[in-house]
């Protein structure tokens, strides 16, 4: 039963314009919601968090939206830049267990210069 | 100022040994979490723990695996008689709290190869 699902494997972009990409979960329980960023051979990376009681969260060239009622939610990066190509991990945690993370399967980017 | 440190980098191991994974959390942080990923998968928890003390091993495997947090030295996740299956790479990540909105410092990660 997967909680967390990244629909899209992967997604190539420009470089200068917008990545999105897109989580949803089906656990009404989750309430806080992160972002990883990985590169191949190490470990996440934390990008940006967004809390339930938000709707958005912004932190430079990231935002993370959140769409409670579609239990959705997205990560745009504005501009793109060779960089940040990446994996990109969606997760979510229940009150009281911030630790204990659910990921979905990633979504692999890929700005294009 | 280091990071969460896991070695080894690399483990290969036959099938029917026993594979110890070391983690040493960030510095002031108490709070030890294994995670592993598949291939082609996302990371997946396994366990969860403090000083001497496991919180929550409810991702763990029945058996061959546990996984511990000495008061001194780091948190070992220890694999016994291995099989093929347990090819992945292994993740600790480290807090300084289990509670509020601190998010997880990961390690590099340990890719255990089983032959």
């Known amino acids: 039963d997967q909680q967390v699902k990244q629909n899209s494997p992967s997604l190539s972009v420009q470089e200068g314009r917008i990545s999105i990409l897109n989580c949803d979960y089906t656990n009404s329980m989750f309430d806080y919601f992160l972002w990883y960023k990985k590169y191949p051979a190490e470990g996440p990376t934390f990008l940006i968090s967004i809390s339930s009681i938000k709707d958005k969260n912004e932190d430079g060239r990231f935002t993370v939206f959140l769409n409670k009622s579609a239990k959705h939610l997205s990560l745009h990066i504005v501009p793109s830049q060779p960089g940040d190509s990446a994996v990109y991990f969606c997760?979510?945690?229940?009150?009281?267990?911030?630790?204990?993370?659910?990921f979905g399967q990633g979504t692999t980017l890929q700005v294009k210069p | 100022n280091a990071g969460v440190m896991q070695n080894p980098r690399h483990l290969v191991r036959r099938r029917g040994q026993e594979a110890r994974l070391r983690c040493s959390p960030m510095k002031g942080h108490s709070h030890v979490y294994w995670y592993r990923q598949l291939p082609e998968e996302g990371l997946k928890f396994m366990v969860y723990?403090?000083?001497?003390?496991?919180?929550?091993e409810s991702g763990m495997p029945k058996e061959r695996f546990s996984a511990e947090f000495p008061k001194e030295g780091p948190s070992i996740l220890r694999i016994q008689q291995v099989v093929r299956g347990d090819s992945a790479a292994y993740f600790c990540?480290?807090?300084?709290?289990?509670?509020?909105?601190?998010?997880?410092?990961f390690g590099n990660g340990t890719r255990l190869t089983v032959t």
């Open positions: 997760a979510a945690s229940a009150s009281g267990n911030t630790g204990k993370l659910i």
């Open positions: 990540a480290s807090s300084p709290l289990g509670l509020g909105d601190s998010p997880l410092h």
């Open positions: 723990l403090q000083k001497e003390n496991i919180i929550d």
